[in-house]
Nanobody, 121 residues
């Protein structure tokens, strides 16, 4: 069993900052990629940022320059530092991980339950 547990969400004023964390636990051999998606009411879920095992990063244009994704492989944890937050960043943020369960297997997608981020004055 693999679980992704998110933390760090909440309410923040425009221009403020939040740091999201997501820790993967369970039967994990290795993690190929971790990332964050978000979904606002009435909108499709979209990729916010991703970080593969080679430590490269990928950001949505809307957050590039404001958000920073990082990972701690020893802790199987991914972080999303969100600065200069805007009301349009308001959404449920979902942690994502592509995880290898063992040798000789393809990775499997896992999702966290989602955590609310609200940017409002």
């Amino acid at each position: 069993q693999v679980q992704l547990v998110e933390s760090g969400g909440g309410l923040v004023q425009p221009g403020g900052s939040l740091r999201l964390s997501c820790a993967a636990s369970g039967s994990i051999f290795s993690i190929e990629v971790m990332g964050w998606y978000r979904q606002a009411p009435g909108k499709q879920r979209e990729l916010v940022a991703a970080i593969p095992s080679d430590a490269s990063t990928n950001y949505a244009d809307s957050v590039n320059g404001r958000f920073t994704i990082s990972r701690d492989n020893a802790k199987n944890t991914v972080y999303l530092q969100m600065n200069s937050l805007k009301p349009e960043d308001t959404a449920v943020y979902y942690c994502y991980a592509a995880i290898y369960r063992g040798w000789g297997t393809f990775s499997t997608d896992y999702w966290g339950q989602g955590i609310q981020v609200t940017v409002s004055s």
